[in-house]
């Protein structure tokens, strides 16, 4: 791989406008080749002009206390400054300019400083937030170095600001005990068997803390509603080893952000300055000079490359991590605080491959069999598409999605949207798009057996009654989906099941819980599959009430199944509505107010059209159902354009934001488009369009579907701005609690 490309593949997506513009360096260094070569030809000139008369203005606006470094070679001559805002600056002279290129290389130059710049400052603006940092983690410590002291000798009677004597043989090994007392300060007095140490008046820091809330709950929030005016996000500091542990736990969680906050910083250090080293040999090999050393000495003096408080830190946080919250296993410290590398599995893509065409056979022979058998004239057709039909198309409502969201995932890692980070999945445990394709293909192989199974046993001719079994099938792959999501051993990629489990809880708990971008996006996913979650209500009629033994549908004359028909369908938009109130509430956003009225025209108007598909003799719903089917259109394709795209909010002059991650402006324009006619699919509910060949049932079907494929493709988009806005803000870390909130006033006092 050229080293371009494996530049930006191991770029942080969030800081890749602050790393150096290698490819836009590239691009000069060739229009020099191309100057030169132009030039050099027969009768081209060929000389090279004094420093002294081509850059005298330059050289005067140094200051005296400016400083150089002077090669051996003297081609370029670099100057360092310090600025107003007290950051170095540089600057490189070319001592000989030759008229080939002459002034593509002073553009190279100009540009190449600049870049330096931007990238040395921006190093050392993360290096002094990281310091930050660690100062606060230090006072952390301190706090829970106290707080386990005190739980581990619940029988004393000392108060905090006192000097006593605990039991230091009850916190562990000789080892652990030794670097407890060396962080603590604690002197042994005598012999180390009578287990007794003295405890200095460190132990004090415990009055001047509380525990901060980390963890939301229903309750909590109840609790907080009732006592508006006494809010608190902190807990009674309580001495009990669960609130040991839980502490240790979020601790434990802070320090391996900041470590790989660390890591990423010397990376991105290390991976400027190979890129520097790599441009300036191109230079020289493309100029004949030698300036790649002299521009590499004034590099190595920079703080971008001499600065040492990283590894200091990191050593500093995996001397700290270790003995604290591994138990002095440098092994199992190690192992939590560096990554894993996720490697791609070939049996992954085998097995997805293989079931890819397991569909692909299946669907072909479902058809087959269909035209051989004339089966759509046969005299059970109609009664099949109103009982089995619908429990099976919710199995290709949810292939379909999962198709789309793979789809979305393949674009994403394109595109370097960061969708890991913007989830906040744990890092390493994210699903690729081969493992969701493996998931889909897999459930819809399942899906078609099961179908074909049915088919086949209902046209046997010595069975005149639909056997159980048969009838059963789609309920069985349900309950199977379903005891995989629930499935408690480290399976079928437990750590994702686990995390939409509880994204799903929070979506159905709104407003109980505070909303985060996993939260609505997941309840907006829902918005979409308003026909599955019907289809779901029918399983449970079709087999609660025992329709399935002799395949009739009754539910439909069920005043209970019509009732809960409007309920399922208004769940999604009423839980969206319910999240942006609460962010409404939390965040003073007065968009949230607008947006949350956009899912309330929507349930309105699913309503309404509900009605009217029960009723279509009545003129009064289907007006109803007209004008605000058209209100919540217009209003829905308007807020996804602007808002969660960012496409026409504040556009340039092609209509669209100023960013694109995607070269081609005609997928923005294309995708609009689209949105606004698969938005439209509602106006077959209200016209009632009818073919002859396609029964209700497929055309509420292929509706459903074409909702699924807009939603697919508002994902991409409303990613791909989210990321945008955090590139914007160079935001590639998600704030992590700290578990201990020391008193302010007493900590500047201190």
Same mark, same amino acid.
């Given at each position: 791989?050229?080293?371009?490309?494996?530049?930006?593949?191991?770029?942080?997506?969030?800081?890749?406008?602050?790393?150096?513009?290698?490819?836009?360096?590239?691009?000069?260094?060739?229009?020099?080749?191309?100057?030169?070569?132009?030039?050099?030809?027969?009768?081209?000139?060929?000389?090279?002009?004094?420093?002294?008369?081509?850059?005298?203005?330059?050289?005067?606006?140094?200051?005296?206390?400016?400083?150089?470094?002077?090669?051996?070679?003297?081609?370029?001559?670099?100057?360092?400054?310090?600025?107003?805002?007290?950051?170095?600056?540089?600057?490189?002279?070319?001592?000989?300019?030759?008229?080939?290129?002459?002034?593509?290389?002073?553009?190279?130059?100009?540009?190449?400083?600049?870049?330096?710049?931007?990238?040395?400052?921006?190093?050392?603006?993360?290096?002094?937030?990281?310091?930050?940092?660690?100062?606060?983690?230090?006072?952390?410590?301190?706090?829970?170095?106290?707080?386990?002291?005190?739980?581990?000798?619940?029988?004393?009677?000392?108060?905090?600001?006192?000097?006593?004597?605990?039991?230091?043989?009850?916190?562990?090994?000789?080892?652990?005990?030794?670097?407890?007392?060396?962080?603590?300060?604690?002197?042994?007095?005598?012999?180390?068997?009578?287990?007794?140490?003295?405890?200095?008046?460190?132990?004090?820091?415990?009055?001047?803390?509380?525990?901060?809330?980390?963890?939301?709950?229903?309750?909590?929030?109840?609790?907080?509603?009732?006592?508006?005016?006494?809010?608190?996000?902190?807990?009674?500091?309580?001495?009990?080893?669960?609130?040991?542990?839980?502490?240790?736990?979020?601790?434990?969680?802070?320090?391996?952000?900041?470590?790989?906050?660390?890591?990423?910083?010397?990376?991105?250090?290390?991976?400027?300055?190979?890129?520097?080293?790599?441009?300036?040999?191109?230079?020289?090999?493309?100029?004949?000079?030698?300036?790649?050393?002299?521009?590499?000495?004034?590099?190595?003096?920079?703080?971008?490359?001499?600065?040492?408080?990283?590894?200091?830190?990191?050593?500093?946080?995996?001397?700290?991590?270790?003995?604290?919250?591994?138990?002095?296993?440098?092994?199992?410290?190690?192992?939590?605080?560096?990554?894993?590398?996720?490697?791609?599995?070939?049996?992954?893509?085998?097995?997805?491959?293989?079931?890819?065409?397991?569909?692909?056979?299946?669907?072909?022979?479902?058809?087959?069999?269909?035209?051989?058998?004339?089966?759509?004239?046969?005299?059970?057709?109609?009664?099949?598409?109103?009982?089995?039909?619908?429990?099976?198309?919710?199995?290709?409502?949810?292939?379909?999605?999962?198709?789309?969201?793979?789809?979305?995932?393949?674009?994403?890692?394109?595109?370097?949207?960061?969708?890991?980070?913007?989830?906040?999945?744990?890092?390493?445990?994210?699903?690729?798009?081969?493992?969701?394709?493996?998931?889909?293909?897999?459930?819809?192989?399942?899906?078609?057996?099961?179908?074909?199974?049915?088919?086949?046993?209902?046209?046997?001719?010595?069975?005149?009654? +639909?056997?159980?079994?048969?009838? @059963? $099938?789609?309920?069985?792959? &349900?309950? #199977?989906?379903? /005891?995989?999501? *629930?499935?408690?051993?480290?399976?079928?990629?437990?750590?994702?099941?686990?995390?939409?489990?509880?994204?799903?809880?929070?979506?159905?708990?709104?407003?109980?819980?505070?909303?985060?971008?996993?939260?609505?996006?997941?309840?907006?996913?829902?918005?979409?599959?308003?026909?599955?979650?019907?289809?779901?209500?029918?399983?449970?009629?079709?087999?609660?009430?025992?329709?399935?033994?002799?395949?009739?549908?009754?539910?439909?004359?069920?005043?209970?199944?019509?009732?809960?028909?409007?309920?399922?369908?208004?769940?999604?938009?009423?839980?969206?509505?319910?999240?942006?109130?609460?962010?409404?509430?939390?965040?003073?956003?007065?968009?949230?107010? +607008?947006?949350?009225?956009?899912? @309330? $025209?929507?349930?309105?108007? &699913?309503? #309404?059209?509900? /009605?009217?598909? *029960?009723?279509?003799?009545?003129?009064?719903?289907?007006?109803?159902?007209?004008?605000?089917?058209?209100?919540?259109?217009?209003?829905?394709?308007?807020?996804?354009?602007?808002?969660?795209?960012?496409?026409?909010?504040?556009?340039?002059?092609?209509?669209?934001?100023?960013?694109?991650?995607?070269?081609?402006?005609?997928?923005?324009?294309?995708?609009?488009?689209?949105?606004?006619?698969?938005?439209?699919?509602?106006?077959?509910?209200?016209?009632?369009?009818?073919?002859?060949?396609?029964?209700?049932?497929?055309?509420?079907?292929?509706?459903?579907?074409?909702?699924?494929?807009?939603?697919?493709?508002?994902?991409?988009?409303?990613?791909?701005?989210?990321?945008?806005?955090?590139?914007?803000?160079?935001?590639?870390?998600?704030?992590?609690?700290?578990?201990?909130?020391?008193?302010?006033?007493?900590?500047?006092?201190?």
């Amino acid at each position: 791989m050229k080293f371009g490309k494996d530049f930006v593949r191991q770029m942080i997506p969030e800081w890749q406008q602050a790393y150096l513009d290698y490819a836009g360096l590239k691009t000069i260094l060739q229009e020099i080749k191309t100057s030169r070569k132009r030039l050099e030809r027969p009768g081209g000139l060929k000389r090279k002009l004094s420093a002294s008369r081509n850059f005298s203005s330059l050289t005067k606006r140094y200051s005296r206390n400016s400083s150089s470094w002077e090669p051996d070679v003297q081609d370029i001559l670099v100057y360092a400054t310090t600025g107003d805002d007290g950051f170095e600056r540089y600057e490189t002279t070319i001592l000989e300019v030759a008229e080939a290129g002459r002034e593509s290389e002073l553009v190279f130059f100009n540009a190449l400083d600049l870049e330096f710049d931007k990238v040395n400052h921006f190093y050392r603006s993360k290096v002094e937030e990281m310091v930050k940092e660690a100062v606060v983690l230090n006072k952390q410590m301190d706090a829970f170095i106290a707080f386990r002291i005190k739980v581990e000798r619940p029988s004393s009677s000392w108060t905090c600001s006192e000097t006593v004597s605990v039991d230091m043989n009850a916190l562990g090994s000789k080892e652990q005990r030794k670097t407890l007392a060396d962080e603590m300060g604690i002197k042994v007095e005598g012999n180390e068997s009578n287990g007794e140490e003295s405890v200095p008046e460190v132990l004090s820091v415990l009055d001047r803390i509380k525990l901060n809330k980390t963890q939301e709950t229903p309750l909590s929030t109840i609790k907080t509603i009732k006592n508006v005016l006494k809010l608190s996000n902190q807990d009674e500091l309580k001495f009990t080893r669960e609130n040991l542990k839980k502490i240790e736990a979020r601790l434990k969680n802070v320090f391996i952000v900041f470590y790989r906050k660390l890591r990423h910083l010397k990376n991105y250090s290390f991976l400027n300055t190979l890129a520097i080293s790599k441009i300036m040999k191109k230079y020289d090999k493309i100029a004949s000079r030698s300036g790649a050393k002299s521009y590499m000495e004034m590099v190595d003096k920079s703080y971008l490359t001499c600065s040492d408080e990283i590894n200091k830190l990191m050593l500093r946080v995996e001397s700290t991590f270790v003995e604290h919250f591994t138990g002095l296993n440098r092994s199992k410290g190690m192992s939590l605080l560096r990554p894993k590398v996720k490697k791609e599995k070939h049996r992954i893509t085998f097995s997805t491959g293989f079931f890819v065409g397991c569909t692909v056979s299946l669907v072909v022979a479902l058809v087959m069999f269909t035209h051989a058998r004339d089966l759509v004239g046969a005299v059970g057709h109609k009664l099949y598409m109103e009982t089995m039909f619908p429990l099976y198309s919710f199995f290709a409502f949810v292939v379909l999605h999962m198709i789309m969201y793979a789809s979305n995932i393949y674009f994403w890692k394109k595109y370097r949207v960061n969708y890991p980070f913007i989830f906040g999945f744990k890092e390493g445990t994210e699903l690729g798009y081969r493992h969701v394709l493996l998931l889909s293909f897999g459930l819809g192989t399942l899906a078609l057996c099961a179908v074909l199974i049915n088919l086949d046993m209902e046209m046997d001719p010595y069975t005149n009654d +639909y056997k159980t079994i048969t009838e @059963l $099938l789609p309920l069985f792959i &349900v309950a #199977l989906v379903i /005891a995989i999501f *629930f499935c408690p051993f480290n399976i079928f990629y437990r750590s994702s099941r686990v995390f939409f489990l509880m994204v799903v809880f929070r979506c159905i708990a709104a407003p109980l819980y505070k909303v985060n971008l996993p939260d609505f996006f997941l309840a907006d996913q829902l918005t979409s599959q308003v026909q599955a979650l019907r289809s779901l209500e029918f399983y449970i009629c079709y087999y609660g009430w025992g329709d399935f033994s002799h395949r009739q549908n009754t539910c439909k004359s069920s005043e209970v199944y019509s009732t809960f028909y409007f309920i399922v369908a208004v769940i999604p938009y009423w839980s969206r509505f319910l999240q942006c109130v609460r962010r409404l509430i939390e965040e003073k956003d007065s968009s949230q107010g +607008y947006n949350a009225l956009k899912y @309330l $025209l929507t349930v309105v108007a &699913v309503c #309404l059209r509900t /009605a009217y598909s *029960f009723n279509r003799a009545g003129n009064i719903w289907k007006i109803a159902a007209w004008v605000f089917s058209a209100l919540a259109t217009f209003y829905g394709t308007y807020w996804d354009i602007v808002f969660d795209w960012g496409l026409l909010h504040n556009p340039s002059k092609y209509w669209l934001r100023e960013k694109l991650l995607v070269p081609h402006k005609a997928v923005y324009y294309v995708a609009m488009v689209l949105n606004i006619v698969l938005r439209l699919a509602w106006l077959q509910t209200v016209l009632d369009f009818n073919f002859k060949f396609l029964h209700r049932e497929t055309m509420v079907a292929l509706l459903a579907a074409l909702e699924i494929i807009r939603r697919g493709i508002w994902n991409f988009f409303r990613l791909e701005n989210e990321h945008l806005n955090n590139v914007g803000k160079f935001r590639a870390f998600k704030s992590v609690p700290l578990p201990f909130n020391y008193d302010e006033e007493d900590d500047r006092d201190s």
